[in-house]
């Protein structure tokens, strides 16, 4: 997981974030071969934390705009509030809004690619590499995997 963010996420979200993965990844897997292949398009789809950002700071922009230019221009300064988030985010991976997407689900792109390499793992993808002697837990092997960039 992205230190940054995880060090500005309340311990007990990011625990919650955690075991909702583990429990993706031992359901899929239970439910067979067609459910963990569902999954991994559905991974695919997902959006991570970044494009949630992007996306709630691109609505207040335009937002801050339209209400500068039709109600009062104090509202002109939204855009500025924004950025300076959006760059406090880039520079300490925090800003007033991660609480708030992280706690509604919104994960990191190395959260994402974690379970979906548990996944693969599970699946078999990786059957003729060579796999650490005890990975711990399925988000560890994913974890390892994930750092050894396989697709």
Do not use: C
């Amino acid at each position: 997981m992205s230190s940054r963010v995880a060090a500005h996420t309340a311990p007990d979200v990011n625990k919650d974030l955690a075991r909702l993965t583990e429990i993706s990844v031992a359901d899929h897997f239970a439910a067979g071969a067609d459910a963990v292949n569902l999954r991994l398009e559905e991974l695919d789809r997902e959006w991570d934390l970044d494009q949630a950002m992007a996306s709630v700071s691109a609505l207040m922009v335009a937002l801050g705009g339209v209400l500068g230019l039709t109600v009062s221009r104090r509202f002109l300064g939204i855009p500025f509030v924004v950025a300076g988030a959006l760059f406090q985010h880039a520079v300490e991976g925090w800003s007033p809004v991660l609480p708030v997407l992280r706690r509604l689900g919104f994960r990191t792109r190395q959260e994402i690619d974690e379970e979906r390499y548990a996944l693969k793992a599970v699946r078999g993808d990786f059957k003729d590499l060579p796999q650490p002697a005890n990975p711990g837990s399925v988000r560890d092997l994913g974890i390892i995997l994930h750092r050894w960039r396989i697709n």
